[in-house]
Nanobody, 121 residues
Framework: EVQLVESGGGLVQAGESLTLSCAAS????????LGWFRQAPGKEREKVSC????????FYEDSVKGRFGMFKDNRKNTVFLQMNTLKPEDTAVYYC??????????????WGQGTQVTVSS
């Protein structure tokens, strides 16, 4: 059974940092692209960051470039999203996803349950 379990969300002030974790199981971790998405109230889900399988390149959405970093630990089957200089507009539920390719991630991908990130001004 495939499982993606996010953790690390919380309430922080603007300018602070958080690191989200996503522990994966049930599939060959390094063969899959791993992504972080977020959805704010009243807005559509957006892709924040994605790492291609193997040692592929990383994608970052424009608004987080230079502030967020995504990395993974293949020994622990865990992917991380380091979020620095957080802004109130980063407030959202953050989801971890896994699929064969970053470009094809959709509702059919494997998804975690989400973790809430709230940034106060």
């Amino acid at each position: 059974e495939v499982q993606l379990v996010e953790s690390g969300g919380g309430l922080v002030q603007a300018g602070e940092s958080l690191t989200l974790s996503c522990a994966a199981s049930g599939f060959t971790f390094d063969d899959y692209a791993l992504g972080w998405f977020r959805q704010a109230p009243g807005k559509e889900r957006e892709k924040v960051s994605c790492l291609s399988g193997g040692n592929g390149p990383a994608f970052y959405e424009d608004s987080v470039k230079g502030r967020f970093g995504m990395f993974k630990d293949n020994r622990k089957n865990t992917v991380f999203l380091q979020m620095n200089t957080l802004k109130p507009e980063d407030t959202a539920v953050y989801y971890c996803a896994a699929d064969h390719f970053c470009e094809s991630m959709s509702d059919d991908a494997y998804w975690g349950q989400g973790t809430q990130v709230t940034v106060s001004s």
